[in-house]
C-alpha cells in the first residue's frame, strides 16, 4: 500500500529522532533528576521505544523494495518485536505503580522502594528477553504464494517473507499467552493504579493547601496517566485484531481485517512517536523532566515530613516539596499550625 510505504518511513524517522531527543534532555538534567526512579525508567522506555521504532525501519526498508532484505534478519525482527513490545507494557506499568506509591503510601516511597525498582527494571528485561525467545526461534524465511487479497501483482506469484515454522496450535495458544502478558495484564494493572492516583486526587481537591503543595506531582501524574492512556489506545485495538487475525473470527473479511491490522499496528508506532513528547516536551507547564527535577530532593527521593515545631519562623526545618498527601501534616494545635508546605 502506497499509504504504509510513505508513513511508516516517516514514523521512523520522527520517532528515533524524538526519543534520541528526550534522551539528550534527560542527560542534560540527570544530575537533578537521578534519584527519582521515573528518570531511570523513562530512559529504558526511550530505548525501548528506538528497538521497536528499529524494526520498523526493517519493515519501512521492505515495504519500498517489495522484498525482506535479508532471510537472516527475520528472527531477529521479529524478537526485537515482540520485546520491545513486552518492555514497553511492563514500564509503563512500573511508572504507574510509583504514581500510586507517591501519591497513596508516601511512607513507603523511600530509598527501599527505589532499590526494588531498580530491580523491577532489569527484571522486565529478562522477562522480555524469555518471552521473545520463542518466536525468535520459530521464524524463518519461508516462500509461499502470494496471498490473493484481491489485488493485481506482477508475474511473480510467490513471496520469501518472513513467517512462523511451529505448530499452528502452538502458535496460537503463544500469541494469546502474548495479548494476556503484554496487553491484559499489563493494562488491568495500570488501570487499577491509576483509579488510586485519581482518588487521592479527589481528596486533594477537598484541601486546597495540600493541593498547591502537591501541584508538581500532580503534573508529574497528569502526563505519566497521559502516557498510559496513550498505550492503552494504541495496543488494545492492535491485540484485539491479532486475536481475530490469529482465529479467523471473521473469515469472510479477512482482507478488511488484514487492512485493519496494519492500521491498528501503526498506531502502535504512532505511540513510540508520541510518548517522547508527553514527557520531555509536551508543553512547558507539563514537562515531565522539569517536573521530576523540581520534586527529587537532593541526595535522596522519599519524602520528609516536617515535624510540629513552635517556632513559626523557624524556616529550617521546612521542606519545599512532600511527594503525597496522605494525611502528612502534623495536628493543628490552638497556637501553632504545621504544614508540609
Given at each position: 500500500?502506497i499509504?504504509?510505504k510513505?508513513?511508516?518511513?516517516l514514523l ?5 529522532g524524538a526519543?534520541?531527543s528526550?534522551?539528550y534532555?534527560?542527560k542534560?538534567q ?7 526512579i ?7 522506555l ?7 521504532l ?11 523494495t ?6 537472516y ?18 514500564l ?5 505503580h510509583e504514581?500510586?506509591q507517591?501519591?497513596?503510601?508516601p ?12 530491580i ?7 522477562s522480555g528477553l524469555?518471552v521473545?525467545?520463542p ?6 524465511a ?6 490473493d487479497?484481491?489485488?493485481r501483482?506482477?508475474?511473480n506469484?510467490?513471496?520469501?517473507h ?6 499452528p496450535?502452538w502458535?496460537?495458544?503463544y500469541f ?8 491484559l ?10 483509579i488510586g ?6 481528596r486533594?481537591?477537598?484541601n ?9 506531582q500532580n ?7 497521559l502516557i ?6 494504541s ?5 484485539i ?7 479467523h ?7 478488511a481485517?488484514?487492512?485493519?491490522t496494519v492500521v491498528f499496528q501503526?498506531l ?7 510518548s ?16 521530576l527535577a523540581d520534586?527529587?530532593p537532593?541526595g535522596?527521593n ?23 498527601t496522605?494525611r502528612l ?8 499550625e504545621?504544614?508540609?508546605?
Amino acid at each position: 500500500m502506497i499509504f504504509t510505504k510513505i508513513l511508516m518511513p516517516l514514523l521512523f524517522v520522527f520517532g528515533v529522532g524524538a526519543n534520541l531527543s528526550a534522551l539528550y534532555m534527560l542527560k542534560r538534567q540527570w544530575k537533578k533528576i537521578q534519584q527519582h526512579i521515573v528518570s531511570h525508567t523513562l530512559v529504558h522506555l526511550a530505548v525501548s521505544d528506538i528497538i521497536y521504532l528499529s524494526v520498523l525501519g526493517v519493515m519501512s526498508w521492505e515495504q519500498l523494495t517489495g522484498k525482506i532484505i535479508s532471510p537472516y534478519l527475520c528472527k531477529p525482527k521479529f524478537f526485537f518485536d515482540v520485546l520491545s513490545q513486552h518492555v514497553s507494557a511492563w514500564l509503563i506499568v512500573t511508572m504507574s505503580h510509583e504514581r500510586y506509591q507517591a501519591m497513596n503510601n508516601p511512607y513507603a516511597y523511600n530509598s527501599t522502594y527505589q532499590t526494588k525498582n531498580a530491580i523491577a527494571l532489569v527484571f522486565v528485561w529478562i522477562s522480555g528477553l524469555v518471552v521473545s525467545a520463542p518466536i525468535g526461534v520459530f521464524t524463518a524465511a519461508i516462500e509461499e504464494p502470494y496471498p490473493d487479497l484481491g489485488i493485481r501483482t506482477t508475474a511473480n506469484t510467490s513471496v520469501l517473507h518472513c513467517g512462523s515454522t511451529w505448530n499452528p496450535v502452538w502458535k496460537s495458544v503463544y500469541f494469546s499467552s502474548l495479548a494476556v502478558m503484554e496487553c491484559l495484564l499489563p493494562v488491568s494493572l495500570m488501570v487499577f493504579f491509576y483509579i488510586g492516583v485519581f482518588k487521592n486526587f479527589l481528596r486533594q481537591i477537598r484541601n486546597p493547601r495540600s493541593a498547591l503543595a502537591h501541584i508538581n506531582q500532580n503534573r508529574l501524574s497528569a502526563v505519566l496517566g497521559l502516557i498510559v492512556v496513550s498505550f492503552i489506545v494504541s495496543y488494545g485495538p492492535f491485540y484485539i485484531s491479532q486475536m481475530v487475525n490469529e482465529f479467523h473470527l471473521f473469515a469472510n473479511h479477512q482482507v478488511a481485517v488484514i487492512y485493519m491490522t496494519v492500521v491498528f499496528q501503526i498506531l502502535t508506532y504512532v505511540n513510540s512517536c508520541l510518548s517522547p513528547i508527553l514527557y520531555s516536551g509536551f508543553t512547558k507547564k507539563f514537562m515531565l523532566i522539569r517536573d521530576l527535577a523540581d520534586s527529587s530532593p537532593p541526595g535522596a527521593n522519599y519524602p520528609v515530613v516536617t515535624p510540629c515545631d513552635d517556632d513559626d519562623d523557624n524556616e529550617e526545618h521546612k521542606v519545599a516539596f512532600v511527594p503525597s498527601t496522605s494525611r502528612l501534616s502534623c495536628e493543628v494545635s490552638n497556637k501553632n499550625e504545621c504544614t508540609g508546605a
